[in-house]
């Protein structure tokens, strides 16, 4: 097994960095290590690791940071492991890896990939022209995605932490419910008024929030949530739904299983993946089934 180490060394900081390097060369002796300066930068060294020959890519940063990576690795036969080493670490929660930065690099070195799955994302990116990307953990149109769009710009004057938070105030206060038009698995189109709709691999967003309990990243289907006609006040007031997991009985909240989704609207909407905001509806969601080979647990209850 050849290694290769990518770090976000824009979002970890260089002591962690030079420890997680530490750990890992000398336990794999051989691993080549690079370090990011910026957004962006992951994927093309991660290309560059696998033409060099790595089978398995080690990512420590965030889920920022593991998105630009699945991209590269996507195709491929190479194994993914990821160090929880970023701000929210959702993806990581799903795999089963350890907090602990020992643990985690004994875990991706030493547990076997497994078939995992990933999505297609196809949308309109920021620049109007067609963006596809894949995702590993979930995709959001609507508030959530509202909320990622305002943080990656809140993120230059505030700590990650306090940024989310007035990303969030800033999307309630720009709250506006859309009519949205969605079909699954090529059936009925449907339009309803929407908050925010959820199309969910993993059970986890927003650092340890857990939307979707019962999605499993190895099962094939798409878990969706889709938040329908709800104000800024009952948005704010079912916060703890979305931390502990979305009522199946909620009035408001449509949820269902399916492995593609086609979503649009006359408004502008917009579109995010694994807190990544890309752009805006119309999208299309298609379940990627063991598409990807990844360091984890087996499926967690």
């Known amino acids: 097994m050849r290694i290769a180490l990518v770090t976000n060394g824009a979002a970890v900081p260089p002591s962690r960095a030079a420890r997680i390097e530490r750990l890992l060369v000398a336990a794999a002796h051989g691993t080549r290590c690079v370090r990011t300066s910026m957004a962006g930068e992951t994927l093309p060294l991660v290309r560059k690791a ?4 790595a089978t398995r890519i080690v990512i420590a940063g965030g889920d920022g ?38 643990d985690a690099v004994a875990f991706a070195l030493c547990k076997p990939a497994l078939a995992t799955d990933a999505g297609e994302l196809v949308c309109t990116g920021v620049d109007g022209r067609e963006l596809r990307r894949v995702f590993v953990n979930i995709a959001e149109a609507g508030f959530g ?27 309630l206060a720009t709250l506006r419910r859309a009519q949205v038009t969605v079909s699954c698995d090529d059936g009925t189109p449907r339009c309803v008024a929407s908050s ?36 800024r006040f009952e948005i704010a007031r079912q916060a703890p739904m ?38 805006f509806l119309p999208a299309a969601f298609t379940k990627l089934p063991g598409a990807l080979q990844v360091v984890r647990t087996p499926t967690l209850p």
Request: glycine share 10%; charged share 15%; net charge negative.
């Open 242 to 279: 979305l931390r502990n997991g979305i009522d199946p009985n909620h009035p408001q909240v449509e949820q269902y299983r399916c492995r593609s989704l086609r979503a649009e609207s006359p408004q502008a909407v917009p579109v995010e993946a694994d807190g990544e905001w890309l752009g």
């Open 50 to 53: 696998i033409a060099a020959g």
């Open 196 to 231: 925010n709709l959820i199309v969910g691999i993993g059970q986890y967003f927003g650092s340890g929030m857990r939307p979707l309990p019962g999605a499993r990243i190895d099962d094939g289907w798409f878990d969706v949530a889709h938040i329908r006609d709800a104000s």
């Open 145 to 171: 995605a509202n909320v990622v769009r305002y943080a990656s710009s809140t993120q230059r004057i505030a700590n990650p932490w306090l940024a989310y938070q007035l990303a969030i105030l800033a999307a």
């Open 65 to 102: 940071t593991v998105h630009e990576a699945a991209n590269a690795i996507i195709g491929t036969a190479v194994e993914l492991a990821v160090i929880p080493a970023g701000t929210g670490n959702d993806y990581a929660r799903s795999l089963g890896v350890p907090p602990a930065i020992d």
